[in-house]
């Protein structure tokens, strides 16, 4: 039997499935992190848990007093008091469970409240990198699916592994003080009922991991359809995104009856070893009473601990399951939290103040993938303070990765960047990117009101700054035209305006800001003619004074540069003023010679 024991026990401990299990370290740091920091209300929990559960066993105790004082021995006077002191019983087990579902309920309110303002927090400080390789609709399944599974673990699920492992103990404890033997009787049980629980449970993680692979991969097909749904309904590819959710819902519905089935086979299975144990008591009950060896009233108290002790038993299996998800979650999102960001302030790294900036970049290699090879190539680049520079060439020559790398999206491969002689990563972030304003051709705008996405950036501006800077991008008029003027909310991504209308808002907003170093990514592309005119006339006032990169499709708005970069392949393949580049006829004239022969 020893041997046996040893058998069960050393299975339950040892599984080589990696998916069915988790590191015991996981369960110290879900408590550090997330149990830690609300012990009192945890531990005023916990108390009042068991004082519930004690509550009911007391309870349990009358019913032997009924049965051998009332009912055997008729005394009425003991029914009256034993009936008063079932009802204190109740009244305080009642008592005692309100305050633990307030205890815990604030708990799971502060908790959830604190992870995602943590989750969100750490999100804002990774870098580019993880942005691109971690989809929008993964995010949301980490913010709303892990995060609640996690947390119900911490809370209902621990509370309800504590209330039922209270009330087991408080049972079982009845159950030996009125019959010792019938007690170990039942313990031959638990290695068997131990066994069914483990072998559940390591089939519940992994069915709890395919599960949120999948409602990850559900939300992103989702985020996807609805972000690009003018591309579907355009290409008629409705059927096509019908039938990949189908699918991957399909898939959700097939794991979840897994996990149903699992549900299913664990309650009558541990009915089953319940009664098992249920008949052996009666039988061997029978005998003690008939023998005198045991009282009705004891046999009875001993029968209803029993039966009370089944419940929990059967509740702890159930809350297994929640258990082993939010195991599983803590884990998705423990990787998220863990997650160092690749761009970051280095130890020694200063505030930067300067109002005019030269940037340099020296021997600058980069690639987003190494795999694929560098997307610019030993570029070497001098632009002194207030000169403007554009950027030329066909795309995907490296234009806008110069871009990310002023911002410092991203650190070079090798070579730098430098601001007066300062290496980027020698400069704050916060600082750095704060003397950097930029238009790009693809504007995002908030879904806030129009004044709150001009101040954007500048958050002290006042509203005469707005309404200044609103003018100054010729983009006043039309906004004091729209429903609610400067309180109209744009919609998401500025859905509610036109193309050229988002386009003035943007410049609007990096007049407001006023950095010393602006960045223009095709900022008049979707204006039409006349609000071209103006717009060019606004951003020569703007550039005045500060160092300028463009970057241009058309020549027509650069013409007027300091210096021109004709890129291809990452390198500088020309670079002059217009007149200069002309007089060279080489790659540069050949484009503008193709532009303004196709604009005859």
């Not at 449970?201 to 992103?220: E, I, P, Q, Y």
């Not at 299913?264 to 541990?270: D, F």
């Not at 950027?391 to 730098?416: A, H």
Request: proline fraction near 2%; charge should be positive; aromatic fraction near 8%.
């Amino acid at each position: 039997m020893l041997k046996l024991f040893r058998s069960i026990v050393s299975f339950i401990r040892n599984d080589g499935n990696a998916e069915s299990q988790v590191k015991w370290s996981l369960y110290l740091r879900v408590w550090k992190e997330f149990g830690l920091p609300y012990w009192k209300f945890l531990l005023l929990g916990v108390i009042c848990t068991i004082l519930a559960s004690s509550a009911e066993g007391f309870a349990i105790t009358l019913v032997q007093k009924i049965i051998d004082e009332g009912f055997v021995e008729k005394n009425m006077n003991s029914l009256y008091m034993i009936g008063l002191e079932l009802i204190g019983a109740y009244f305080l087990k009642s008592i005692f469970t309100f305050s633990k579902t307030v205890s815990i309920a604030r708990v799971g309110f502060k908790g959830a409240a604190a992870l995602r303002k943590r989750l969100f927090k750490h999100m804002m400080t990774l870098s580019m990198d993880f942005f691109q390789t971690t989809h929008s609709g993964m995010m949301m399944n980490i913010f709303v699916g892990l995060a609640s599974a996690m947390l119900n673990m911490v809370t209902s699920g621990v509370m309800s592994i504590i209330q039922n492992a209270s009330t087991l103990v408080i049972m079982i404890s009845l159950m030996f003080w009125y019959s010792p033997r019938l007690t170990i009787t039942m313990f031959i049980l638990g290695p068997l009922i131990a066994l069914v629980m483990t072998l559940i449970a390591r089939r519940r993680r992994v069915v709890a991991r395919h599960r949120f692979a999948l409602d990850g991969k559900s939300m992103t097909q989702i985020s996807e359809a609805y972000q690009g749904i003018k591309t579907v309904q355009a290409f008629c590819t409705e059927k096509t995104e019908y039938d990949k959710i189908s699918d991957t819902e399909d898939r959700k519905v097939k794991v979840g009856m897994q996990g149903a089935r699992l549900s299913g086979i664990q309650s009558p299975l541990l009915e089953i070893l319940i009664s098992m144990g249920l008949c052996g008591a009666l039988i061997a009950g029978g005998e003690y009473i008939t023998a005198g060896e045991l009282t009705t009233g004891d046999f009875t108290a001993f029968l209803l601990a029993m039966t009370a002790a089944y419940k929990p038993v059967k509740s702890l299996s159930s809350v297994s399951g929640g258990i082993q998800e939010g195991l599983i979650a803590a884990e998705g999102l423990f990787s998220m939290l863990d997650r160092q960001s690749a761009i970051k302030d280095a130890p020694d790294a200063k505030d930067f103040n300067d109002q005019r900036i030269s940037v340099k970049l020296d021997h600058v290699r980069f690639a987003y993938d190494p795999k694929e090879g560098d997307v610019v190539n030993d570029l070497r680049l001098d632009v002194p303070a207030g000169k403007i520079c554009a950027f030329v060439g066909p795309s995907g020559g490296g234009k806008s990765t110069i871009f990310n790398l002023l911002l410092r999206f991203y650190d070079p491969k090798s070579g730098s960047v430098s601001f007066n002689g300062t290496d980027l990563r020698k400069i704050k972030l916060a600082s750095l990117r704060k003397s950097i304003s930029i238009v790009s051709q693809d504007v995002f705008l908030f879904n806030d009101t129009v004044m709150a996405n001009i101040r954007y950036g500048s958050p002290d501006a006042t509203d005469e700054q707005v309404y200044a800077a609103a003018k100054a991008a010729y983009a006043d008029e039309f906004i004091r035209e729209l429903p609610g003027g400067y309180r109209m909310l744009v919609g998401e991504r500025g859905d509610l305006l036109s193309g050229g209308q988002k386009q003035r808002i943007a410049i609007a907003r990096a007049i407001l800001r006023n950095s010393p170093i602006l960045l223009l990514d095709e900022a008049t592309s979707a204006l039409d003619s006349k609000s071209e005119h103006y717009i060019r006339m606004a951003l020569e006032k703007l550039m005045k004074g500060r160092t300028c990169f463009v970057i241009a499709h058309r020549l027509s708005t650069v013409t007027g540069a300091d210096m021109i970069c004709y890129i291809n392949h990452g390198r500088i393949i020309e670079q002059g003023t217009d007149e200069e580049l002309c007089a060279k006829n080489g790659e540069y004239k050949k484009l503008k010679d193709l532009q303004f022969k196709d604009s005859k």
